[in-house]
């Protein structure tokens, strides 16, 4: 996602200007820096006890309000037949679910689930995952159904979304690892449900055989590859091993990494940890990460590609290993992403400012430093000038990925950062 720009930029001499041409100069004082006044000026995201100030909070809910508006206007011409999360109907129906969370009400509930109808009407059967398959919308619509207490249609998407781990498992499909197409993808999905439904929505032992088959086939790759030493665990997606998010080894190890896929401990330090490693020391002398293992250049600051991603592979290594230089290989991401994370792409989630915006939630979360939600604020304050800063229109302009619908979800989440959540990827 969103390297298509980066042929062009190969004329491009110099890294000053190619980084220019991605990202705006960060005009946002840091905290440390600021003067007196700016300190105590009534625009101030946090207060003196360093909590989201009730300007702010006004401020961020007032641009919803004007956002979501935009939004459903603009969703009237919409592509009809798009369900994914990712561009599509379940992406909006995700974030009146978010909506719903913060907001408890129950109107909120209601669109989420016209929405996910919409889309559960539209499934084709030919991908798995939770972003770019049925998988996203057969679990979304388990959630709200769930949260309606429609238990019959609650278990049917259940059902429905469990048949599709034949083709996750069959020994013979082509299926890839990483997160928007792959196996990583339909973890995720199972894992989502459990979260939100309970541990009893989906068995132990189908997330066991899913686990266990994205190990093998990147031990495989590796053994190939004769990287049993270096990199126990290897994937590639359409012939190349990538790095960050969307596509590569930061997704997948990320998804391993949770609790609630119950790896062992003796695979996550045999297996997980060594790889792991691997992607730090791919680690650029600017903090920032490549967005495959072939790729020497520091380009591409995004959720998708590069340090926005990898950070978020970095805090949970962190917490399963408490091994304090994840936590500051990732408060490096945290550098990059504040200097260079303003994108000229938009204000989405996977190649925009709010999805980048993410990363200091999740810093903020690992550290509770009041600095990394100072950063988030300021992110979320670029996002209140939507459409005004002369960016690049994505192509489905309202979507939760690509779009509005994602940068909404980052201001609701930021008023209320302590439950903050990275939709369709943190859990
Ligand atoms: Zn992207």
């Known amino acids: 996602m969103g390297e298509n720009m980066s042929k062009r930029l190969k004329l491009v001499t110099g890294s000053e200007s190619e980084m220019e041409e991605r990202s705006f100069i960060n005009p946002f004082p840091d905290r440390e820096h600021r003067d007196a006044a700016e300190h105590s000026g009534a625009n101030e995201p946090l207060d003196a006890g360093g909590k989201i100030s009730d300007a702010f909070q006004k401020k961020v809910q007032s641009k919803i309000k004007d956002l979501l508006q935009q939004m ?170 990538y790095v960050g998010a969307a596509h590569g080894l930061a997704g997948i190890y990320y998804m391993l ?28 002398r600017s903090g920032n990460y490549p967005s495959s293992l072939s790729n020497e250049t520091d380009r591409l600051v995004h959720w998708c590609h590069g340090a926005p991603g990898v950070l978020h592979m ?7 290993f408490r091994d304090e230089k994840y936590l500051r290989d990732a408060a490096e991401c945290g550098e990059v992403i504040w200097q260079r994370g303003l994108l000229r792409k938009g204000y989405g989630l996977c190649h925009g400012t709010a999805g980048n915006g993410y990363a200091f939630l999740s810093l903020y979360h690992a550290t509770q430093d009041k600095k990394y939600l100072y950063r988030a604020c300021k992110f979320a304050e670029w996002c209140l000038d939507y459409g005004t800063h002369g960016c690049r229109i994505p192509d489905r302009p309202y979507s939760l990925f690509e779009g509005m619908a994602g940068a909404i979800h980052y201001l609701s989440d930021v008023i209320q950062p302590e439950g903050s959540c990275f939709p369709a990827f943190e859990l």
């Open 72 to 241: 459903e206007e603009g969703l009237k011409t919409a592509d009809p037949h798009d369900f994914s999360t990712y561009t599509g109907w379940t992406g909006i129906a995700l974030l009146y679910l978010q909506l719903y969370r913060v907001t408890q009400e129950a109107s909120h509930l209601q669109r989420a689930l016209d929405y996910v109808k919409r889309a559960l009407r539209n499934l084709n059967g030919r991908r798995v995952t939770f972003l770019c398959g049925d998988g996203g919308p057969l679990a979304v619509g388990a959630v709200v159904h769930h949260h309606l207490k429609n238990q019959t249609e609650s278990q049917e998407c259940l059902t429905k979304l469990l048949q599709l781990q034949r083709s996750v498992l069959s020994p013979d499909s082509d299926i890839p690892d990483e997160l928007l197409y792959g196996r990583a993808g339909y973890l995720y999905a199972l894992l989502y449900v459990s979260k939100e439904i309970g541990p009893d929505a989906v068995d132990e032992t189908t997330i066991a055989k899913v686990v266990t088959a994205i190990l093998e086939s990147g031990k495989n790759l590796s053994k190939e590859e004769k990287k049993e030493e270096r990199c126990p665990l290897l994937y590639e997606w359409h012939k190349k091993q």
């Open 257 to 284: 990494l949770q609790p609630s896929a119950k790896v062992s401990q003796d695979t996550l330090n045999e297996l997980l940890r060594p790889s792991v490693d691997y992607v730090r020391h791919k680690k650029f």
């Open 314 to 320: 970095l805090i949970m290594a962190h917490k399963v």
